[in-house]
């Protein structure tokens, strides 16, 4: 059987609350008040600490200075480990389809664009680290997605063949890197994105997880 391999935030788990919560930190340590909002921002949370401080100061200054984002990025790490879990959930039927998929054969991985030792964190906290067969992090190789390798080494350390999987993700980011690796790509509608998604003209997209293991098996068989 074949492997599938999930992205993390925004396709298993909704942590923009914890994210949004420790950039603003950032700002708040800064004397500039909490400048993000879950309700509005929640897409560039996904997309990673960088891009929360780069919105926060353009909307502070009117511009960015990456300095100061180098210089916050740590810190923002730092706050984000210390309040991992305070707001992070699974979506809704997340590892029911991960138990379904595994009871029918297949193999399954993350492989995310988290720090490996923050994903490792949240995955203990919330109890299903050992549900998976590997993780593989933005740090764990040289390259990070959508540089292919992070999605095909995910895939051998899982014990599965890199032309035998697929990614199930939630941004072009994920579009792009199962391209990459010319293996299908499966993109969530209930993540931040929504039904933008359909744009990236993936194989599939799924609007619950019971939709996941038709699709699989749709997609490997």
Do not use: W
């Not at 391999?5 to 994210?19: A, I, Q």
């Amino acid at each position: 059987m074949g492997t599938v391999v999930f992205d993390l935030d925004g396709t298993l788990v909704d942590s923009s609350g914890d994210l949004i919560a420790a950039a603003n930190r950032c700002f708040v340590n800064i004397g500039a008040g909490e400048i993000l909002d879950t309700s509005v921002d929640a897409a560039t949370a996904l997309h990673g600490g960088r891009a929360m401080l780069r919105l926060g100061f353009q909307r502070i200054d009117g511009k960015v200075d990456e300095k100061e984002v180098d210089r916050q990025y740590p810190l923002l790490l730092a706050a984000y480990e210390e309040n991992i879990d305070i707001h992070t959930t699974l979506y809704d039927g997340a590892m029911a389809a991960v138990e379904n998929l595994c009871n029918d054969g297949y193999r399954v991985a993350i492989c995310t664009n988290k720090p490996e030792y923050l994903a490792r964190l949240l995955l203990e906290r919330l109890g299903v680290l050992n549900a998976f067969g590997s993780l593989v992090g933005a740090d764990t190789l040289p390259v990070r997605k959508p540089h292919p390798e992070p999605l095909r080494e995910a895939v051998r350390r899982a014990g599965g063949i890199p032309e035998r999987a697929l990614l199930v993700g939630d941004t072009k980011t994920d579009r792009e890197t199962s391209r990459a690796a010319g293996i299908p790509s499966v993109l969530v509608l209930f993540g931040p994105e929504g039904g933008a998604v359909n744009d990236l003209s993936p194989e599939a997209t799924i609007s619950c997880y019971a939709e996941l293991p038709e699709v699989v098996n749709s997609l490997l068989n």
